[in-house]
């Protein structure tokens, strides 16, 4: 099918690794593992190649589908026993007697398959230069009624062709489908003023099919030269054309497919002085094309606003009505506009679709209570082609990423890190060479706002990871309907709906918590409304769950206690996410049965006063949150048997004379650890020194005071005692009351530091020694004390690029900024 690698295919390959590994786990099936394997990869080639609307095909896909969904929970036991060293003969000889079932469905399958499909004899490309490809309805006749509210983004973009220093000019225009790139570069292409500045005008559209020959052939036939020039001569009659004439070269729609020609294209061929005074323009949706081409300038088109959007949907709804005839039109026509965003596209598409009925205000009032994208794509299906396009070019890992939104509320503000946690939970994600999953999570959700498919709604300052995102009511409208093909959730008018084949769920106050039972496959429950929704012992039925996530929830410590018993029968969990719980005052004994688990969030749990010691079991764990529990005196003794730890919030320390709580001494035993948030009080014993500083992969270290019990002097002493590695790249100081920071704060002991963050404290002065810092972001907040002059400390600081600065009245020279920010 079209999308069928969507989730398949990442599944498949979660298989087939799991695969390779187990077969000792397994009796009575091993001599099969080999051909199950080649049968597997034949299938998905199978599937992969076709597009076949065949009811059988499509019957057997969504089984195939479900069979690996079932294969990937037997394997995940099979790995979980591995990991505790659990070969029980009776576990063996079931799960052999279960792969023995799949095995036989399985080619039941690849026998119907076989009979209507042919395996592709070079593999399978869902990605080939034989995909469909959408024709784009723009055309190289450019109207003025397209052009509303774009002006300033022409005019922005004259600037930059028109200005003197003569030199070959690289222009992005990047932005999701619909936002009116194509029509600002047609502006562009047919102003007078641009049109006397070069000797020859060229117009590419490329499109996701990318050939190079097609992409040559039509600069060259466009400049006049002979049509019959052969292909291995089109680059050098090109690169002539430039050297002798300047030219604009418009490239309409580069996608990331042929990036690497791109990149040699503009950087290598194009390279000198002999091709100055011509100028590229590219619209892309993707902003790492733009940055791989090295563009000099960067245009990002925004959304229309009201006014604006209203005069665009106007033009095209009434293109012969006269302004007065439109008042009983404006308020139900007003209400249609506001669903589209300011997306220009979807504007003209809806307001063409208006524009083609009758002008009956009863018409409109019914299309206006029907609103929805699918209404767009019956009659004219231009916005959703467009999106669909920018799907159908995702690769497989993206695709899932992005089908998880569609759990989320419209206009729903999603924190990154619980979005990433799920992803990495359901094994939607993993690591890459030195790269966790955590920050290959990130890198994930980077490449879909590059993309234009998610906005970003937050960011942190300094390097612009993102904090908080949402989706664009359009571009969520295309997961909904993708997730539901995908059968991984369903929907109607009223919002998602519980199936027997749902596989993600977003929780919401209305929803009936027994229905529960009736989604046995459910691999993700995530609460996505404020309200309090009802929970039941069903959810222990949930045998397949992977990720649960009933943050900020408002059970009380009886409710809780219930809560967590139910979950301990989860024993595939592997993401649980309870962050704020007003009530939970204990974590029980039973957490030990979760034996998958791989993250565990308690944050900001204020009554949270106990935690078992058997926690220290999960030895899958990689992420631990226990930060701002302020009730939870320490953590327990045996933190350090979680090797493969990679993030640990909320460190706290007794005296060594307490067995019960953890020692400093047992980080040592926590190499993976690239991220550690610890709180030190007066209890906290730092006697074992350099601890930290043997933890060769940490990047992030956090320290908080207790500032009630603890004097300036001790703190200082403290710190002495907690060198982080040269390697690491962030650190933050919370409540730090000496005057001097700790020697070790130094550009020699910290070379790759690039983010410093000092808040609440009675610091004097930050020092740089004999060499500069590297720092490429600052943030100092409530230092009343600190003494400096900001032409100074730039001096010292030659790379920074961003800072907060607020509370720090003896900081001289800072420039006025509000509120208190400053950017290089």
């Given at each position: ?241 430039l050297k002798a004439k300047t030219c604009l070269i418009i490239f309409d729609d580069i996608w990331e497919k ?72 404006k308020e139900v026509g007003k209400k249609i506009v506001s669903e589209c965003g300011g997306l220009p596209l ?479």
């Amino acid at each position: 099918m079209a999308s069928v690698d969507a989730l398949i295919s990442p599944l498949v390959d979660r298989v087939l690794t799991i695969l390779t590994s187990q077969a000792q786990y397994v009796l009575g099936f091993s001599y099969q593992f080999e051909a199950m394997q080649a049968m597997v990869r034949r299938i998905r080639a199978l599937l992969g190649d076709s597009d076949n609307s065949n009811e059988e095909i499509v019957e057997t896909t969504a089984k195939f589908r479900d069979l690996m969904y079932e294969a990937d929970d037997i394997l995940t036991d099979c790995l979980i026993r591995e990991e505790y060293h659990d070969n029980n003969i009776v576990f063996r000889y079931k799960t052999g007697r279960k792969m023995n079932s799949i095995y036989k469905r399985m080619k039941e399958m690849d026998d119907i398959l076989g009979g209507h499909l042919k395996e592709p004899s070079g593999g399978s490309s869902s990605h080939g230069d034989d995909t469909e490809q959408f024709t784009r309805t723009t055309t190289k006749d450019c109207h003025e009624a397209d052009i509303v509210g774009l002006e300033n983004d022409v005019k922005k973009i004259k600037g930059w062709i028109l200005r003197t220093d003569n030199k070959l000019l690289k222009i992005g225009i990047v932005g999701m489908g619909g936002l009116g790139k194509t029509t600002i570069a047609k502006k562009i292409f047919n102003d007078t003023d641009v049109r006397y500045h070069f000797n020859q005008k060229i117009w590419v559209s490329v499109s996701s099919s990318f050939r190079v020959e097609v992409i040559l052939r039509s600069i060259l036939q466009q400049s006049g030269e002979e049509s019959a020039v052969v292909q291995s001569e089109m680059l050098h009659k090109v690169v002539s054309l430039l050297k002798a004439k300047t030219c604009l070269i418009i490239f309409d729609d580069i996608w990331e497919k042929g990036i690497d020609w791109w990149k040699n294209f503009f950087s290598s061929d194009l390279a000198g002085s002999a091709c100055s005074g011509s100028c590229f323009i590219i619209t892309t949706r993707n902003k790492e094309v733009a940055d791989a081409i090295k563009a000099n300038e960067t245009h990002h088109p925004k959304v229309l606003d009201d006014k604006k959007s209203w005069l665009l949907f106007s033009k095209h709804a009434f293109p012969e009505v006269k302004e007065e005839s439109l008042e009983k039109f404006k308020e139900v026509g007003k209400k249609i506009v506001s669903e589209c965003g300011g997306l220009p596209l979807a504007i003209k598409t809806i307001g063409g679709l208006l524009g083609s009925k009758p002008h009956s205000l009863q018409e409109w009032k019914k299309i206006c209570d029907n609103f929805s994208v699918l209404d767009i794509t019956e009659e004219n299906s231009v916005v959703m082609k467009s999106l669909q396009l920018s799907y159908d070019a995702l690769p497989p890992h993206l695709k899932q990423c992005l089908l998880c939104f569609s759990i989320y509320p419209e206009d729903f503000d999603i924190q990154a890190e619980k979005l990433i946690h799920w992803w990495i939970g359901e094994g939607l994600i993993h690591g890459k060479d030195s790269e966790t999953t955590f920050e290959m999570g990130f890198k994930h959700l980077s490449m879909l706002v590059s993309r234009c498919l998610v906005e970003v709604v937050d960011t942190r300052g300094y390097d612009g990871r993102v904090y908080s995102c949402k989706m664009h009511d359009l571009v969520r409208d295309l997961t909904l309907a993708m997730a539901g093909k995908e059968k991984v959730c369903s929907f109607d008018e009223e919002g998602q709906k519980l199936t027997s084949d749902s596989r993600w769920l977003g929780f919401t106050s209305e929803m009936d918590a027994q229905s529960l039972n009736k989604t046995p496959k459910l691999r993700a429950l995530l609460q996505t409304t404020n309200n309090q929704a009802q929970l039941h012992s069903n959810l222990g039925s949930l045998c397949s769950l992977r990720a649960l996530d009933l943050s900020s929830n408002k059970l009380d410590n009886v409710a809780l206690k219930k809560l967590l018993r139910w979950i301990s029968s989860l024993e595939r969990l592997a993401y649980l996410n309870l962050s704020g719980s007003k009530g939970l005052e204990e974590v029980p004994d039973s957490i030990s049965k979760l034996r998958n688990l791989q993250i565990l969030v308690l944050s900001g749990c204020r009554k949270l006063s106990k935690l078992s010691p058997s926690i220290t079991y999960l030895k899958r764990l990689i992420i631990l949150d226990l930060s701002s529990c302020d009730k939870l005196p320490y953590l327990p003794h045996g933190l350090g048997s979680l090797s493969q730890l990679q993030q640990l919030s909320g460190l706290r320390l007794a005296s060594q004379s307490n067995r019960k709580s953890c020692q400093l001494l047992e980080l040592g035993k926590l190499g993976e650890l690239r991220i550690l948030r610890m709180h030190l009080s007066k209890d906290s014993d730092i006697t074992s020194s350099d601890v930290l500083s043997k933890l060769k992969k940490l990047k992030v270290l956090a320290i908080d005071f207790d500032t009630e019990k603890l004097d300036g002097k001790y703190m200082q002493e403290m710190l002495e005692q907690l060198p982080p590695p040269q390697g690491l790249e962030e650190l933050y100081l919370r409540r730090y009351h000496h005057d001097t920071l700790p020697k070790w704060v130094i550009p020699d002991s910290l070379p790759h530091l690039a983010y410093l963050c000092i808040e609440d404290g009675g610091l004097f002065d930050i020092r740089a020694g004999e060499i500069t810092w590297n720092l490429e972001g600052l943030c100092l907040k409530l230092l009343p004390y600190l003494k400096k002059d900001w032409n100074i400390l730039t001096k010292e600081m030659p790379l920074l690029r961003y800072a907060e600065v607020s509370g720090c009245s003896q900081i001289d020279n800072f420039p006025k900024a509000d509120p208190g920010i400053w950017r290089a």
